[in-house]
Structures are given as structure tokens and as C-alpha cells.
């Protein structure tokens, strides 16, 4: 009798821990499906974007009378950076929203954000130091925007180490939101508290508004860049989310039904 | 910066090695792309080989997909 009770109240605490949300799971097959579909036309926009982008580029656009052709890296440079604080913004906004929903996706769609951000923040800090080694002689200068971008490389690769080291994957969701919701406090501290007189950006060659060189087919070029990045952003963090779905709920009914339907 | 601009504007290059001379910044200029490049064809690769894992595991039962993380760990 005792030997009873106690399998049921067992089976009732299994019950209780294992509880099945059957919406979470709907949305969760129907966002899977919707992001298989939906990827291979970012993929194409991405490769047609960066052709023209490309071609802009080192075709269309001129080369800069004073730069010289070093100038050529803006169009990598700045569409990478700029890209890597996009999708850190996106990037926090479906951690905030898994903390506040208390729902499984959107953790999963900001853990799949974070290694491009870490790419393009790493290629923008790559490609800022061999611009600005033949032109000002240095590697790395301590100025706000070299600061904050290094300190969003360090923010996306924690991001990531964290949920690595955490086995839980609900918990590590968590402690990946507040961390990055901590650096959204903390950059635009590092960005206004590093030294101003410092600075490589801002000058003849790089502004926007008071370059003579930076012509309307260079803005364009950067734009159409800056575009490219992001659809090929969306491709591969949608690629990177049905992974994440597929490895975290291996033993759903539901992806074992979709998965043996896929080609 | 007006000599280069009005003369460039129809056709950039005299030929393939000016081209891929860059105007002596060779190593700067294809450093930057040629990393940006490869680290987005990791990146790709990355993925495609993680998806092709976690499908072969899903196939072959959940006995399999323990094995693996342990191998992996």
C-alpha cells in the first residue's frame, strides 16, 4: 500500500516538473517550419545585396584622391560595424523578452543572434586595424569607438561562454539575458567615458557629412552593404535557431514527426 | 581629392594586377576582405555540419544522440 502511494505521489511530482505546454510546443514546430522557409530567401537577397555592394564598391565608386585605395575597406568596415550593434540591440531584445514571456523561443532566437554579432564585431575591429595602420600608423588607439566595439566582441563572447558553461538550458537563457542586458547598461558608459581628443574616426576621410571624398556612390556602397549584412544576419540566425530547436527538443514527439518529414 | 574622383568615375581599374595592387594597400585591403570572407564561410559550414549532426542523431534515436555528447565533451 505504502509502495503505492508512493509511485503515485512520484508519478505526480514527474507530472508537475514535466508539465507539456502544448502551445509552446505548437509555436515552437510552427516558428521551426517558418524559419526553414523564410531562410533561403534572405540567403539569395544576402549574396545578391553584397554583389551589388561589391560591385559598387571597387567598380562604381572612385578612388579617394586623399585616402587612396585603403579607402576601399569602408565598405566592410562600417556595414560590419554598425551590423554588430543592430543585432546586439536584437540580440537583447529576445533575451529581455524570454526573461519577461517566461517562453523558450525567444532565448533561443537571441542565443542564435549571438555568434554573427561576435562575427561582424570582430571584423569591423580587424578591418578598423588594417585601415588604420597604413593611413595613421597604428593598430589600436583608445577612443569611444573602438572601446564600446571591443567591449561588444567581449559582451558576445561572454554572452556565449556563459551558456556554455551552464547545463540548463532555461538557466542559461537567463543568465545569458542579464548579462546582456548589463552591457546595453554599460556601453554607451564606455562609449561617452573614453578620452575624445583620441580619435582616428571623425576624420576628412571617414565622415559623412564633411568629407569631400565620401561621395553619393561611397554612401550608397555602404548602405547596400549594410543591407547585405543583415539579410545574411537573418539567414544564418534562422539556420542557427532551427538548429537550436531541433537540439534542445530532440525528444518532443513533434520533432521526430517533422524531422523524418524533411528531405 | 578631385584629380582621383573625376577620373575614376567611368572605369576604376587599368587592368587585373592594378586591380589586385589596390594602389599598394594589396595586403590591407584583401586582409580585410579576405578575413571577413572566411570567417562567413566558417561560419556557414559551421552550421551546415551542425545541422547535418543533430538530423543524423534525430534518425537514429535518442540512444545514439547520448553517445555523441559524451563523445564530444
Not at chain 1, 532565448?107 to 554579432?117: L, N
Request: net charge positive.
Amino acid at each position: 500500500m505504502s509502495r503505492f502511494f508512493e509511485t503515485a505521489a512520484g508519478a505526480g511530482r514527474c507530472d508537475r516538473a514535466h508539465r507539456i505546454d502544448w502551445s509552446e510546443h505548437a509555436s515552437l514546430r510552427m516558428f521551426f517550419l517558418l524559419a526553414g522557409r523564410l531562410r533561403p530567401w534572405f540567403s539569395g537577397m544576402a549574396v545578391a545585396w553584397c554583389l551589388a555592394g561589391m560591385v559598387l564598391g571597387f567598380v562604381v565608386v572612385p578612388v579617394d584622391g586623399q585616402a587612396g585605395e585603403i579607402s576601399r575597406v569602408i565598405f566592410i568596415h562600417m556595414p560590419a560595424a554598425w551590423t554588430s550593434v543592430f543585432l546586439y540591440v536584437v540580440m537583447v531584445f529576445w533575451a529581455g523578452a524570454g526573461l519577461t514571456l517566461n517562453r523558450r523561443l525567444p532565448g533561443m532566437i537571441a542565443s542564435a543572434v549571438a555568434p554573427t554579432g561576435a562575427l561582424f564585431a570582430f571584423v569591423a575591429l580587424w578591418t578598423g586595424a588594417l585601415w588604420s595602420k597604413p593611413t595613421w600608423g597604428t593598430w589600436w588607439i583608445w577612443d569611444a569607438r573602438l572601446a564600446a566595439e571591443l567591449a561588444l566582441l567581449f559582451l558576445y563572447c561572454g554572452f556565449m561562454a556563459l551558456q556554455l558553461t551552464i547545463e540548463d538550458a532555461r538557466r542559461a537563457d537567463h543568465a545569458g539575458a542579464v548579462l546582456a542586458l548589463v552591457g546595453v547598461v554599460s556601453l554607451p558608459i564606455i562609449y561617452s567615458s573614453a578620452p575624445r581628443w583620441n580619435t582616428l574616426h571623425l576624420g576628412p576621410a571617414v565622415s559623412l557629412t564633411q568629407s569631400p571624398g565620401l561621395g553619393g556612390e561611397m554612401l550608397a556602397g555602404i548602405i547596400v552593404m549594410v543591407i547585405a549584412f543583415c539579410m545574411y544576419s537573418i539567414a544564418v540566425s534562422l539556420a542557427r535557431v532551427r538548429c537550436i530547436i531541433l537540439e534542445r527538443e530532440r525528444h518532443a514527439e513533434w520533432v521526430a514527426d517533422t524531422t523524418k518529414a524533411l528531405p | 581629392m578631385g584629380r582621383g574622383y573625376d577620373e575614376g568615375l567611368a572605369v576604376s581599374w587599368g587592368g587585373w594586377s592594378e586591380f589586385l595592387a589596390m594602389g599598394g594597400y594589396a595586403l590591407y585591403v584583401w586582409g580585410s576582405y579576405a578575413v571577413a570572407l572566411g570567417l562567413i564561410a566558417c561560419e556557414i559550414v559551421v552550421l551546415v555540419l551542425r545541422k547535418r549532426n543533430i538530423l543524423k542523431h534525430l534518425g537514429r534515436g535518442s540512444a545514439t544522440v547520448r553517445h555523441t555528447t559524451g563523445g564530444r565533451g
